[in-house]
């Protein structure tokens, strides 16, 4: 059975009819993706659209998990589909439910077939110097927020209320923190878990920001009112850049992702919480700080305690 | 002489979500039973040290030492089942290739 790896990930807004047309494709002019492999990458992938329709077979589509994996260059995906061609190319991807757009986002990733041995290794301490990896780690920040608007307005059309809202938000991010805690752990810290708090929380604030948004936190908190309460304060969050809210949605904030991930990391890591994310007005500055309230849970305190 | 290796990756609320038994097994009922109440042991002195210790592998229970290195293998197959999208933490891994990988891996280090 062939197993497919996911290598590249590449971000291109197409017209929804003219991928079934073969007809013009407009990339967005921003990306960083070269020009010439996205050409590559499109081309092949409407051959394989235009075969797949011939033969009746349509294109994979997943659900919101497939945004979970948005911060990891190094995508896996084991399948047992004997109906694919180890040669063709695979489009995997999203359609946009916001009827008003004609844009759909698609994911082309490209697939390949590994040989038995697969040469993708989850270290790479001696890969840091060369550029072709670091470019393999970026993603224009324009794509992403593009995607992230999507994914916003996606769950905006399958909810009712802000509060539903910030919940699938937040599951989004969820998945995304159980696994960036894993490959973090394995790949920047050498197999070594957190066992105390303290250090979960330096770990978040740390690490984790670095490898997702390309910084560390701008500071990490203890409350004063209760014991289990931590905040992780951002000017302004990665996720939050190109987003405002109307008055109508009140508190809701999109950090909700982000709160998710925490939440994520924390969870897997044995230390379940409450995370949200809350808008905080600094003065003599116009946009909010955004500030993500870490609530442990009573089991966390009890072992903290016993542990001394 | 019957050597058999059970290997069983457990997850959070001890859900078994791999097994894979290596070896020539003569007596497959008794050993399943043997193998449920090692397992159980096995977590329960895993459960005491795990979190006084930061790393990950228990030499209480890992006499053998050639064995780090397997389990480090099977530690990086199952980061990429995890890294899987589609893959839902805690559910039974269902892959007929890492269910090879491993029984590769097995052979060459036990």
């Not at chain 2, 780090?68 to 990086?76: A, G, L, N, T, Y």
Request: a neutral charge.
């Amino acid at each position: 059975m062939p197993v497919w790896y996911f290598s590249n990930l590449t971000f291109c807004f197409l017209n929804y009819p003219c991928l079934l047309n073969n007809s013009t494709i407009v990339p967005d002019a921003s990306m960083t993706v070269s020009q010439s492999s996205l050409v590559s990458v499109l081309s092949n992938t409407l051959t394989l659209c235009s075969r797949s329709q011939k033969k009746k077979k349509k294109p994979l589509f997943t659900d919101l998990s497939i945004w979970d994996s948005l911060f990891l260059s190094d995508l896996y995906l084991s399948t047992e589909h004997s109906a694919l061609n180890p040669k063709e190319e695979f489009v995997f991807g999203l359609e946009s439910k916001a009827r008003h757009r004609s844009n759909c986002v698609y994911f082309i990733l490209k697939l390949q077939h590994q040989a038995p041995q697969p040469p993708l290794r989850l270290r790479r301490k001696g890969e840091e110097g060369r550029n072709d990896d670091r470019s393999k780690q970026e993603v224009s920040l324009s794509a992403f927020a593009f995607l992230f608007s999507e994914l916003v307005q996606y769950n905006q059309t399958q909810v009712d209320n802000i509060a539903e809202l910030e919940r699938r938000l937040e599951d989004a991010g969820y998945a995304v923190g159980a696994r960036v805690l894993e490959l973090l752990c394995h790949r920047d810290k050498g197999n070594r878990r957190e066992t105390r708090l303290l250090g979960i929380l330096s770990f978040v604030h740390s690490t984790v920001w670095k490898v997702l948004f390309g910084k560390v936190a701008d500071s990490l908190e203890k409350g004063t009112e209760h014991e289990d309460e931590y905040m992780i304060s951002e000017k302004e969050l990665l996720v939050n850049r190109f987003i405002s809210i109307p008055k109508d949605m009140g508190t809701f904030n999109c950090g909700a992702f982000v709160a998710g991930i925490v939440r994520g990391v924390l969870d897997s890591a044995g230390f379940p919480a409450v995370v949200t994310a809350h808008f905080v007005p600094m003065e003599g500055q116009q946009r909010p700080r955004t500030t993500i309230l870490i609530k442990f849970a009573e089991e966390v305190l009890r072992r903290e305690a016993r542990l001394g | 002489m019957a050597s058999t290796a059970c290997f069983i990756i457990v997850s959070r609320n001890d859900i078994p979500i791999y097994e894979a038994e290596v070896g020539s097994a003569l007596k497959k009922e008794e050993a399943a039973h043997q193998h449920q109440f090692i397992l159980n042991a096995a977590l329960d002195i895993v459960q005491d040290i795990a979190w006084n210790t930061s790393a990950m592998f228990l030499k209480a229970v890992d006499r053998f030492n050639d064995l780090v290195v397997f389990f480090q293998e099977v530690h990086e197959l199952y980061i990429k089942i995890l890294l899987n999208p589609l893959y839902l933490p805690g559910s039974r891994i269902t892959s007929s290739h890492f269910d090879t990988k491993v029984r590769g891996l097995a052979r060459k280090y036990l």
